[in-house]
């Protein structure tokens, strides 16, 4: 089994995430948690950035940071939507990573390193008409074509937060399938 670092969302560690978290916990992972925003959830993306603006964007990240730094380095990272940011970052430059998890998000490689590092295994999940997966879609695509292990799922769809079933941007059949192949990946790490 495998013990998972996943990171929420800019709505915050809502149900739905932890929902979600619960669902790998309950298939014998262990899933970590951590709170960026300190117990507040937002209605909406617009709302939970402007907390992250105001709080600092670097700022959240390096607690996110920390929060791996309290944990073994044999982690799989995992975020959603702005907590890619985090789990990509540590999955390229943290030694010992067993894989990563992106999901509605995926920035440039270069932004952390050369390269993705060797023997690391990746998904990408997103919809394929949401907006703001679509601005990291040629990120995505440069990352799978660069490694052997890194693989990209494309949703129909618009959401953005769909694997979310606390929002009323959840997509039960999209999230499910999202779910399937999370838990094949977390078997094969």
């Not at 949703?155 to 929002?167: C, E, I, V, W």
């Amino acid at each position: 089994m495998a013990e998972v670092l996943l990171y929420h969302h800019i709505q915050g560690l809502t149900e739905g995430v932890r929902a979600f978290a619960d669902e790998l916990r309950r298939a014998g992972h262990t899933v970590h948690t951590p709170d960026l925003f300190d117990g507040r959830t937002f209605a909406g993306i617009e709302e939970g950035f402007g907390f992250a603006r105001d709080a600092g964007f670097e700022a959240i990240r390096e607690r996110g940071a920390a929060a791996a730094g309290e944990l073994g380095s044999d982690l799989v990272y995992a975020g959603f939507s702005f907590g890619v940011m985090i789990a990509q970052r540590l999955a390229q430059t943290r030694p010992g990573a067993r894989g990563a998890l992106l999901m509605y998000s995926c920035v440039p490689v270069c932004e952390f390193g050369e390269s993705w590092p060797q023997g690391v295994p990746v998904q990408i999940h997103g919809t394929e008409g949401d907006e703001f997966f679509e601005e990291d879609l040629p990120a995505a695509r440069e990352l799978v074509e660069s490694s052997p292990t890194a693989e990209l799922f494309t949703y129909p769809g618009d959401q953005h937060l769909f694997a979310d079933s606390s929002l009323d941007a959840h997509d039960p059949e999209a999230a499910a399938l999202l779910m399937e192949r999370v838990q094949a990946f977390l078997a094969s790490v």
